[in-house]
Structure formats: structure tokens, C-alpha cells
């Protein structure tokens, strides 16, 4: 499905050209809509929430209007945003941006700096791993929205028959919870992964893998010499070769959803978004799935992010003020609640300790305390971690390099070096001083 | 455009003079571009314009750090070394030479068999072969991706029934399976084109045979083959150009297969599609697409230059 709406937000975007140009021909509004004038907010999102949010924003706030546009999920509109930078107009003053692309949009300028508002101040509001990703060569391009620590989910009716009394906390137990698991049946799996961005770039992350570092024009591309890295390749490449890893179902597809419904995939290390959508995707699961942190890879708790974005201010935009006054109101304001009450996962230190919030329990989960557990994993995200500021680009080529190696035909090390090889190149045509 | 005469008419029978003769020139030449003119606007802005943009695009390089410049060839040269682009011309040749000869004769099978008029219910076969082509590509890829399905699909269905665990959409049979959902598509259109230019031999060459004692094989050999070779040559031609922009089927089925089955490369449309929407380097696609065009047309002559030869003898 997710070809479709690219197809139909492909389309959109070139009419949105249009609409959202003629919407920001109105230039001769107040900055801050505070001195009497009406302003009105273009924000681009995805996330149905911020409908809510803006509702609530609107009325604390008569001179400001929000006008919000789903320029088609995550990498569709990021299409449809590059159209409108080059294009020059038709940006909106305010987008939702997924962690892993912000550093593209930022050190691209087409980000406002939000230092000059006083961001800098809510470092301490926000978990730490999401909080690193809008901070990037200490200046601040974004105010997380939710976040999506790392989690085990898993069939715990499945796991027991199979003999897996615990759930796995290190990746020693995991291979061995792996094959007692695939004992059961020849198509039944710990997890699936076709050679995908998610879940492996992100157990890298979760492993501990500092493998990209940015410093203004200085990159450095370091997968084949990274420890954390190493050590992921290490464990994915026993798990494939002895064919524990359910390697030919893609993450989202109709197969997918029907085989974690039937019990075939019997876990998955996914973001904690998770909780309020698995009941959709494995509706025959309930009471049978519970929550645990990622195993690790090492001793020591390390952990990665699954998705989750920020709300930015685009550089282009002359309504600035208005636009911080919205995203602060959204994203550290009264919205926070808004939208953790409606299920979101937060980014924000108060809301994740929360009494209500960490004692919620959930049939669907055997009424354990999920919340509890997903608390824990934002606080163990690996801090370190950076994303490229291509990234975007480069989970798009993940497939056809890094990916091949769950096909059996090359090792995850020599995988990973063909996607360092490329990613170096694109970096240099880029423009970029790139270290391996 | 104003006019010398606007409303001159001449009473029928009178002698021209030199006058009207002039005026009946001018009128004739505006007259012309009042008609081409509404093709000409579109065309130019459609067609001419999009395409001088690639090319000159094509001659620049945006890089996230130094802005715009111009490089001249760079990215063409660039192209001429990239051997993914290569390998995705590849795969789309592979494809055009065992797919497109597989659809037309299926096509022109049928259009034979429609045509023999020996067949009952050859109206309602010919619509239903034809219908696949009215369905969008990205809905019946969808439906075939379902039905290629190893485990809950038809396949999947076929497996546990005969005890096999046949993947059609494994790497290695992924490109057949593609052949066979645009095999699908476009068979039915393909054979209405043959089947129209089967309608146009007059009966009277059919009559003339059978009284001659032609067989019903001499009658398609002798007749009814060689009335088709003109419409071959404009099936070819499309199919190839079709299938060398080949782009819906695997994109779509991108979001079905596993993750690595289908690489960002699959073909130059889609290596160009990800280029430009991924990786912002819109240039670089655009000296991509001009030069698939260039491969496109160049093939597509070769094959209207040769089907001209055949014609001519």
C-alpha cells in the first residue's frame, strides 16, 4: 500500500505546489498575530493529533489560524518539502519531521535555528534520545513531538510453548529463544527481516554503534571498523545462517500483519508506538503479547529509536514567531497532554513518569504495565548515535546493499561495506569532506 | 490578427481577381494555425519545454553543500560508469526480449483464433481479454501480488496442496513474475490491434481461396499473416517502449516482496525516481532520463527501419 500513497502523495505534492503558494502570497500579516492581525499557520503533517492540538492552539490563540496539510506520510511528503524548497515557494511555515531526517533539512539551512527563542532551555524536558537528534552541532531544529524507543514485543502464548520461559534480555538468550522458537514448526520465527532499514539500522543504534559522525562539513563513515556495528553483524549473520530470521516477509505488508497475527512471527524489536497499534495489525493476539526491553548486545542496557519526529520551523517562513508560539504549545505546552491522553507515545520526561501513564495497563497485554517497561527503554537510548544528513537517502538504498545480506548471498560485513562504499560516494558528490 | 477583409463573401460563379487570390492565401495560412494552434500550445509546454528543461538541468549539479554549478557532461559521463544504471537497462533488455515476443504471439494467437470464426462466444472473449487493460497497473499488480502470495495467496494455496514451497516472488523469479502480470495487462490490447487489421481482408480473398482448396493453416499463412505484419510493427514498437519504461508493476510490488528483492535500480525509471526523490539529485536523473530516451528511440527506429525494409520488398 505504501506504493500507492506514495503515488497519490507524488501527485498532491505538485498540486500542493500550487495551493500552498497561493496561501503565502498573504505576506503582509503581523510576525506573531499578537498585535490584532490575523496570521495564518501552513503546517504539514501526518499525524491526525495535531488536528486536536490545533483546535486547542486556536482558541488560546483567536489571532492565529492553523491550517494544516497531509502532504502524504513520512518519505511522501519529504518529496513533496524537497519539491517546495527547490521550487522556492510553497513551503509551510511549520512540518512534522521524523528524527532521522532533521539533520538533512537542518544542515540544508531549511530549518530555523529555535535557539534564538530559548530551546536551548528544554533540554532537560525532553528524553535524552530524542532530544539528541534535534540537537545537532548545538543548535536546536526541532521540538520533539514522540519518540519511539526500542522495545521487545513479543508472543508470550508462543514463547512458552516453545520452551521460552523469560523473555530474552541479551542477544546470547535471543539466538537461544530464536531456535527453540523455530524448533516449533519450520515456519514459525523469533522475527522477520527482509533486509530492511528497520529493523536493522536500528538494532546498530540499539547495539550501541556510533558508526556515522557529523561535524558541520566533516563526516565519517565507519561501518566496517565499529564495534557496535561488528557486534550486530555478528549476531544477525548467525541468526540468518542458521535460518532463525523469517528472511521473505517485508515489515508492513499484508503477509506480515497475518503472520504476527497467527503466531508465525513471534516477536519484534520495534518502537514503542507499537503498543497503541499492534491490536490493528495481530487483532487474534490479545492477551497473548507483552512487552520487554531490546535484548543487548552486551552487558550494559544500550537502546535505539524507531521513528518518532519533531515539529520544525522551516528557515523560509516570515511568520516565525507565530510558528514557535504553535510548536512550543504542541510539542512542550498544553498539546503534550493533548496527545499523550489520546494514546501517543511522549518525548518528554514528565509525561513518561507520570503515575497515570506508567500504571496503564492494556487487555491486549495481559494487563501487564507496558508503560513501565517502555519508560525504561527511552532512558536507555544510546545517546551517541547520529544520523548522516542524507539519511533519508540512505535507508532508501538500504535494501539494495546492507539488505542483500539476508538473502544468503554475501555476509552482513561485506553487506555493510557495500552500503558504506556507497553512502561515502553520495557524501562526497555531496559536497561532504568524508573520513571512513 | 487582424484582417484585411473580414466579411467578403463572394457570390459563386464570379472570376477571381488578383486580390482574392491573395486574400484566400492569408486567410488559408491563419486558418491553419487556428487549427494546429491548440495542439502546438500544448505540445510545446507539455512536450518541447519539459524536455529542454531536462536537458538543461541535466547540465548542473546541486550538491547540499556548495549550492548549484554548472558541470557540463559530468553527469553523463558519471552515467556511462554507473553500473547500476547499467544493470537496470539490463534487466529491462532481458525483459523486452522474452516478454514482449511471449505477449504478441499470445496476442496474435488469439486474434487468429477470434478471427477463424469458428469459436462461439467470440464477442464476450474479446472483451474479457481486453478488460486487464482497463484496470490501472497499480490495481492489478496489487491483485497479483496477492495471488503470488507463497503463503496466503493462490501460490500459497497450490503449496500446500501439492506439498512444494514454490516463492514467486523470490530474486530469481521476481522478473517472470513481473513479465507475466504486463504480459496480462496488455495481451487484449495487443490483440485487438491485430484482430482490427485481421476484420480489414475482404471476405472475397477467403472465398477465392476455399475454391481454390487452400487448408485453413495455407489461408493464415498465405493471407492473414502478412495482413498482420503491419500492425506488428506497432505493437513492437510499444511494447518496447513500455517495457523499457517499466516502472508501476515493481514499484508497486516493492511494498509486497521482501525488502531486498526489489533494489532502488530495479530499472531506469525507478532508479531515476529514487535519484531524484530521495536522493535530491534531480540533475543527475534528468541526464538518466534523456539518455534512456535516446536508447528508447534509437531502438524503437531500428525496429520501424526494419519492418519498412520488410514492407518494401
Not at chain 1, 124 to 143: A, C, E, H, Q, R
Not at chain 1, 389 to 417: H, M
Not at chain 2, 160 to 173: C, E, I, Y
Request: proline share 4%; with cysteine; charged share 20%.
Amino acid at each position: 500500500m505504501k506504493s500507492l500513497t506514495k503515488m497519490i502523495a507524488g501527485g498532491l505534492s505538485a498540486v500542493m505546489l500550487f495551493s500552498a503558494a497561493a496561501c503565502g502570497g498573504s505576506s503582509g500579516e503581523a510576525a506573531d498575530g499578537s498585535s490584532g492581525q490575523k496570521v495564518t499557520l501552513n503546517v504539514w503533517g501526518w499525524e491526525p493529533l495535531l488536528k486536536d492540538v490545533a483546535d486547542a492552539f486556536e482558541k488560546e490563540n483567536p489571532n492565529i489560524t492553523i491550517k494544516i496539510t497531509n502532504a502524504g506520510t513520512a518519505t511522501d511528503q519529504y518529496t513533496a518539502l524537497n519539491n517546495a524548497i527547490s521550487a522556492g515557494s510553497g513551503a509551510p511555515d511549520v512540518a512534522q519531521v521524523e528524527y532521522y531526517a532533521t539533520a538533512q533539512y537542518a544542515l540544508s539551512d531549511s530549518l530555523k535555528d529555535l535557539s534564538e527563542f530559548g530551546a536551548k532551555d528544554y533540554s532537560d524536558f525532553y528524553t535524552p534520545g530524542p532530544w539528541s537528534s534535534v540537537n545537532i552541532n548545538d543548535k536546536i531544529y526541532g521540538l520533539p513531538l514522540d519518540s519511539g524507543p526500542m522495545a521487545m514485543f513479543y508472543n508470550k502464548e508462543i514463547f512458552d510453548k516453545a520452551g521460552v520461559t523469560s523473555a530474552p534480555t541479551t542477544m546470547e538468550e535471543y539466538y537461544e529463544a530464536a531456535k527453540k522458537i523455530h524448533a516449533l514448526g519450520s515456519d514459525y520465527y523469533i522475527t522477520a527481516d527482509s533486509g530492511e532499514p528497520a529493523p536493522e539500522e536500528l538494532m546498530i543504534w540499539a547495539a550501541g554503534g556510533t558508526p556515522f559522525k557529523v561535524d558541520g562539513e566533516n563526516l565519517t563513515i565507519n561501518l566496517t571498523d565499529d564495534a557496535g556495528t561488528q557486534e550486530f553483524a555478528k549476531w544477525w549473520q548467525k541468526l540468518v545462517d542458521e535460518g532463525l530470521i523469517d528472511t521473505k516477509t517485508k515489515r508492513w505488508s499484508d503477509d506480515w500483519s497475518r503472520k504476527l497475527n497467527e503466531g508465525n512471527i513471534a516477536s519484534l524489536t520495534i518502537g514503542a508506538w507499537m503498543a497503541s497499534m499492534l491490536d490493528d495489525q495481530a487483532p487474534d493476539g490479545s492477551g497473548k503479547w507483552r512487552v520487554a526491553n531490546t535484548p543487548t548486545f552486551d552487558t550494559k542496557a544500550t537502546n535505539g529509536e524507531d521513528g518518532g519526529s519533531t515539529l520544525a520551523i522551516m528557515s523560509s517562513t516570515d511568520k516565525a514567531e507565530a510558528a514557535w508560539k504553535f510548536i512550543d504549545f504542541a510539542a512542550h505546552g498544553k498539546g503534550v497532554k493533548i496527545r499523550v491522553d489520546k494514546g501517543q507515545f511522549p518525548a518528554d520526561k514528565a509525561s513518561l513518569s507520570d503515575s497515570s501513564f506508567l500504571t496503564k495497563t492494556d487487555p491486549y497485554f495481559g494487563d501487564q504495565k507496558y508503560n513501565e517497561v517502555l519508560s525504561k527503554a527511552a532512558d536507555d537510548v544510546n545517546t551517541k548515535w547520529q544520523f548522516l544528513p542524507y539519511d533519508v537517502y540512505a535507508r532508501s538504498i538500504f535494501s539494495d546493499t546492507a539488505g542483500q545480506a539476508t538473502l544468503g548471498k554475501i555476509t552482513f560485513k561485506e553487506a555493510l561495506k557495500n552500503w558504506q562504499d556507497q553512502l561515502v560516494e553520495y557524501g562526497k558528490q555531496q559536497g561532504y569532506k568524508v573520513n571512513e | 490578427m487582424t484582417e484585411q477583409h473580414p466579411e467578403n463573401p463572394r457570390p459563386r460563379g464570379e472570376a477571381l481577381t488578383a486580390e482574392d487570390t491573395f486574400v484566400r492565401k492569408h486567410r488559408r495560412n491563419w486558418r491553419g494555425w487556428k487549427f494546429v494552434g491548440p495542439f502546438a500550445v500544448v505540445f510545446t509546454f507539455v512536450f518541447v519545454v519539459p524536455i529542454c528543461y531536462a536537458l538543461y538541468i541535466s547540465f548542473f549539479q546541486k550538491k547540499m553543500i556548495g549550492g548549484e554549478q554548472y558541470v557540463g557532461f559530468d553527469n553523463y559521463s558519471r552515467l556511462f560508469a554507473d553500473e547500476q544504471f547499467w544493470s537496470a537497462v539490463g534487466r529491462v533488455t532481458i525483459f523486452t526480449c522474452v516478454q514482449v515476443p511471449i505477449m504478441l504471439a499470445l496476442a496474435a494467437l488469439m486474434a487468429l483464433a477470434i478471427d477463424s470464426m469458428k469459436l462461439h462466444g467470440t464477442k464476450f472473449f474479446r472483451i474479457a481479454t481486453f478488460l486487464p487493460y482497463a484496470v490501472p497497473a497499480v490495481v492489478s499488480t496489487l491483485m497479483w501480488g496477492f495471488i503470488y502470495g507463497s503463503k496466503y495467496g493462490l501460490v500459497g494455496s497450490l503449496n500446500s496442496v501439492l506439498g512444494t514451497a514454490f516463492d514467486v516472488l523470490s530474486p530469481d523469479t521476481l522478473l517472470a513474475a513481473i513479465g507475466n502480470i504486463v504480459t496480462w495487462e496488455f495481451v487484449g490490447y495487443n490483440m485487438l490491434i491485430f484482430y482490427s487489421s485481421l476484420s480489414t481482408i475482404p471476405h472475397s480473398l477467403y472465398e477465392a481461396a476455399a475454391i481454390d482448396g487452400a487448408t485453413e493453416w495455407q489461408i493464415v499463412k498465405k493471407i492473414k499473416l502478412p495482413e498482420m505484419k503491419g500492425s506488428l510493427a506497432i505493437t513492437v514498437i510499444f511494447s518496447i517502449i513500455g517495457s523499457f519504461q517499466l516502472f508501476n508493476e515493481p514499484s508497486v510490488l516493492q511494498s509486497i516482496v521482501p525488502g531486498n528483492a526489489i533494489t532502488t535500480y530495479f530499472t531506469p525509471n525507478m532508479y531515476a525516481y529514487n535519484l531524484s526523490f530521495m536522493g535530491g539529485q534531480s540533475n543527475y536523473a534528468a541526464a538518466l532520463a534523456i539518455v534512456m530516451a535516446i536508447i528508447t528511440m534509437a531502438i524503437a527506429y531500428i525496429v520501424q527501419l526494419n519492418s519498412m525494409k520488410e514492407q518494401m520488398k
